[in-house]
């Protein structure tokens, strides 16, 4: 792996967690509580602790390659072309998260705030300065994020303690009206996005330093949990405030901001609820782009891979203008399609190629003994 660039195990935690965050926390607790009902908030601690599970294998294989992204392993471990077969499936599947983060971060701008703007203004601006901070490279990436997450959680969270006024606890009950399989679907949907998106993080975690003190496995765990627990947060509190609207109101967090009144003095503050959006989906944008670009100059072993970034972002700006005809179509790809798409294509061959690592492992240990 090339060695130019080099983060702290506390910038990669930062930056795993800008990803993880991203533009789930405002997004996702509608479709799940539309899904789950009052268990929502059950289906995201069954997907966090799916979570815990992948990012053990993920940080395992590190542990025994520290120098090789999943790629270079695999190359290893299973020959050049099984790993050809396997990588071109996931530089699509990051081509098209790449894309359905804009078409979602484009539909909000349009929907809630700029109703009047056409989407193709929202995409390019986004795509192109995610292009450039890509470009920018993972330390000034990781400089910047930290910033930019304070940001997002500060208001997130400040919103939701505002709302305390409007939540009512009987809200949260019956936990279970119509048994487990809610809960189960419910489920499903947070596996795809964000859980299963964890294992791309394979990918440039080689990017980490070495150091004496090598806290990476406890700054990734703790960044899970951390997420996991937001994720819980801001479900019960849409659910309480909300109640059976919950499920109706898309931007569930975003249309808590939009009831706050105190006074007439804290007022309309939704609006930096839509920038935390916005910034949290940049952020989500621009690393899946630095992994794009870092995946495709190892399968093609590109000696400048600066040069794809923008080609690469105005195919992902053709696509996400061209892909759907409405957004009924954008959320059923997203909440039915992309969890067995992503399972399928980048956790399966995690999970195979670990299992592999761990046999080996067993097998030279016995001969040893």
């Known amino acids: 792996m090339r060695k130019e660039e080099t983060v702290s195990s506390g910038q990669m935690a930062c930056l795993f967690l800008s990803f993880m965050l991203g533009s789930s926390l405002i997004n996702m607790p509608q479709p799940l509580a539309d899904a789950a009902g009052n268990g929502a908030w059950l289906s995201v601690i069954i997907g966090n602790g799916y979570g815990i599970f992948l990012l053990a294998c993920v940080y395992y294989l590190?542990?025994?390659?520290?120098?090789?992204?999943?790629?270079?392993?695999?190359?290893?471990?299973?020959?050049?072309?099984?790993?050809?077969?396997?990588?071109?499936?996931?530089?699509?599947?990051?081509?098209?998260?790449?894309?359905?983060?804009v078409v979602d971060i484009g539909g909000f701008l349009t929907n809630a705030m700029m109703r009047e703007t056409p989407p193709y203004v929202f995409h390019s601006l986004i795509l192109l300065v995610s292009a450039m901070t890509a470009r920018s490279g993972i330390e000034v990436m990781t400089r910047m994020f930290v910033m930019l997450l304070i940001y997002m959680v500060l208001f997130s969270v400040t919103v939701l303690i505002l709302s305390i006024p409007f939540y009512q606890v009987?809200?949260?009950?019956?936990?279970?009206?119509?048994?487990?399989?809610?809960?189960?679907?419910?489920?499903?949907l947070v596996l795809g996005f964000p859980y299963s998106e964890l294992v791309l993080f394979s990918l440039i975690l080689p990017f980490v330093r070495k150091e004496k003190n090598n806290s990476l496995k406890k700054y990734m765990f703790l960044v899970l949990l951390i997420q996991g627990f937001m994720f819980v947060i801001s479900v019960v509190c849409s659910i309480m405030a909300l109640g059976p609207l919950?499920?109706?109101?898309?931007?569930?967090?975003?249309?808590?901001?939009?009831?706050?009144?105190?006074?007439?003095?804290?007022?309309?503050?939704?609006?930096?609820?839509?920038?935390?959006?916005?910034?949290?989906?940049?952020?989500?944008?621009?690393?899946?782009?630095?992994?794009?670009?870092?995946t495709l100059s190892r399968v093609f072993k590109l000696h400048d891979e600066r040069i794809i970034i923008f080609p690469v972002s105005f195919v992902a700006l053709l696509l996400s203008l061209t892909m759907y005809k409405s957004e009924i179509e954008h959320a059923e790809i997203v909440l039915v399609v992309w969890p067995l798409f992503i399972t399928i294509v980048a956790v399966l061959p995690l999970i195979f190629i670990t299992l592999i690592t761990l046999l080996k492992g067993k097998k030279i240990k016995s001969k040893d003994t």
């Open 62 to 101: 590190y542990r025994k390659n520290p120098d090789l992204t999943f790629i270079d392993y695999s190359r290893k471990m299973l020959g050049k072309w099984v790993t050809l077969c396997i990588s071109i499936p996931i530089i699509l599947l990051l081509l098209l998260m790449l894309s359905n983060i």
């Open 170 to 188: 009987g809200n949260l009950l019956p936990v279970f009206p119509d048994g487990m399989k809610p809960v189960i679907h419910g489920s499903y």
């Open 246 to 294: 919950a499920s109706t109101f898309k931007f569930s967090v975003f249309q808590l901001a939009r009831l706050i009144n105190i006074r007439e003095i804290i007022t309309r503050i939704e609006s930096f609820i839509g920038i935390a959006l916005i910034v949290g989906s940049y952020m989500k944008a621009s690393i899946t782009l630095f992994i794009l670009k870092e």
